[in-house]
Structures are given as C-alpha cells and as structure tokens.
C-alpha cells in the first residue's frame, strides 16, 4: 500500500516560470519529509526537508510547503531553470522508523 | 559527497547464479540502508542496518539478504538471482538530520 503518492507522473514547465510538484501521504505518523531530486544513472541526490513543527521551509529556488490537515506537500521551484529536469522524488519517515517512504516520482521537463 | 561508492556499477548475471553488491562509506555513518528503483514503483526498501551485525528487513526483502561486518561496509546478497530481480539497487546511509545520502547505483541485469 502506497503511503506517500505523487499522482502526476510528468510536469512540463516554461525556464523561468514556477514549477509546482505535489505529494500527498496516508499515515499520520510520517513527521518529517523530504524532496529528492534524480538524474538519469546516478544516486538521488537530497534537496530539502521539512519537519511536521513547520509550514514551511526554504532553500534559495526551492520551497517546501507542509499542510498536516491535508496530509499535503509541495515543492515549489522559483525560477525553473533547464537544469532543473529531473525527476523528483517525494519522501516521509516517521520518528520511530528508519526506513524512508518514497513516491513514485514525478519527472519535471524544463523547456527554455 | 556522502563518501559512499557502490560496487559494480554494471552486472549481467543469468538467472540462479549467486550475486553480491557492495556499498562502502568512509564516514562512519551508523545506519545504511539498500534499496530498489524501479520504474513505477519510486524506491522501495530491501533491508537495513543500524550497525555492525544488527540488520533488518525492509518492504520487499524477499530473495535477499544482507551482512555488515564492518562499519563502513554493507554487503547485499541475491542468492539465487531472478529475472524479477533485474534493478537498480541504490545504498544510502542516514545523515546528521535524519536525511539519507544515496550511493551512486548498481545497474543488474539477470538474464
């Protein structure tokens, strides 16, 4: 059973514009998430976090908003850049596991 | 640069014969973790470690298994190799935060 779903497999978005990627989750245990960005034969690389104590958090081009009632998240990208191609990975654990929960991925295509 | 480098990179296999890939970190990181990626199905976990000795399963453990006899070293084991076994295996290990660094990937073909 998929806990952490991100339902849009694709995203084509315009260089410069914003790039929005979804998440949803099912357990209300998962307290901490994180965005994982993946090129084409190589590792997922880490890009933010949020902890459940927060809303939100931000990193240069890169925010993540939490909303627990909704058991959502997104990442917002701003401004997209070709680089950004990628697909992204959506991720939770909750403090008493180890273990993370990944999304299928959504892969995001950036066209100048 | 979490340090972790990932052995072979590349494998075709055929299908029964024994497999072994190895993660290797130098930072001394507690936990490390191997998963699956495979396509439609994001990654899913196949066992982990919270140190020397001390292993445990994961979502799809079924078909391997796993040593870690050294701190640095996280061994995992197909002992008889199948066609649905044919992946993309990524290590990774658990940083300061709770954030978990992934390895550079093995690609393993079983024939």
């Known amino acids: 059973d998929q806990q952490v779903k991100q339902n849009s497999p694709s995203l084509s978005v315009q260089e410069g514009r914003i790039s929005i990627l979804n998440c949803d989750y099912t357990n209300s245990m998962f307290d901490y998430f994180l965005w994982y960005k993946k090129y084409p034969a190589e590792g997922p690389t880490f890009l933010i976090s949020i902890s459940s104590i927060k809303d939100k958090n931000e990193d240069g081009r890169f925010t993540v908003f939490l909303n627990k009632s909704a058991k959502h998240l997104s990442l917002h990208i701003v401004p997209s850049q070709p680089g950004d191609s990628a697909v992204y990975f959506c991720a939770a654990n909750s403090n008493s596991g180890y273990a993370l929960n990944f999304g299928k991925g959504t892969s995001l295509l950036v066209t100048p | ?56 399963k994961g979502e799809v453990s079924d078909g391997y298994s796993v040593s870690r006899s050294k701190t640095e070293d996280f061994l995992l084991t197909l002992e008889s190799a199948t066609s649905s076994q044919t992946s993309v295996y990524f290590c990774a290990i658990m940083g300061p935060h709770n954030e978990q660094f992934f390895g550079p990937g093995t690609r393993l073909t079983v024939l």
């Open chain 2, 1 to 56: 640069d979490a340090g972790i480098t990932q052995s072979p990179r590349h494998k075709v296999t055929e299908t029964g014969t024994p497999v072994t890939l190895r993660c290797h970190q130098t930072e001394n990181h507690r936990y490390m973790y191997w998963y699956r990626q495979d396509p439609g199905h994001g990654l899913r976990l196949i066992h982990y470690s919270y140190g020397v000795k001390d292993t445990d």
